[in-house]
């Protein structure tokens, strides 16, 4: 499954989500949601590497 380059400005929104995330205290969130954000954070996290790695191997592709 081709994924192509990431959406401009997609890096930008996820640090200020990390920014935003880091910022909330232990009353804003409950253990579930600490739980399933770090889960999706996670996800993200497997996403993007995967990512890296399919246009790295389109750009060997390309040079030959």
Same mark, same amino acid.
């Given at each position: +499954?081709?994924t192509?380059? &990431?959406?401009?400005? &997609?890096?930008?929104?996820? @640090? =200020?989500?990390?920014?935003?995330?880091? +910022? +909330?205290t /232990?009353? =804003?969130? /409950?253990? @579930? =949601?600490? /739980? !399933?954000?770090?889960?999706?954070?996670?996800?993200?996290?497997?996403?993007?590497?995967?990512?890296?790695?399919?246009?790295? =191997? +389109?750009? !060997? !592709? &390309?040079?030959?």
């Amino acid at each position: +499954m081709a994924t192509g380059a &990431l959406p401009p400005g &997609l890096v930008g929104e996820l @640090e =200020e989500l990390k920014l935003r995330l880091a +910022m +909330m205290t /232990s009353d =804003e969130l /409950s253990a @579930e =949601e600490t /739980s !399933r954000i770090a889960a999706e954070i996670g996800a993200i996290r497997l996403q993007l590497k995967r990512l890296t790695f399919e246009q790295q =191997e +389109m750009q !060997r !592709r &390309l040079q030959g």
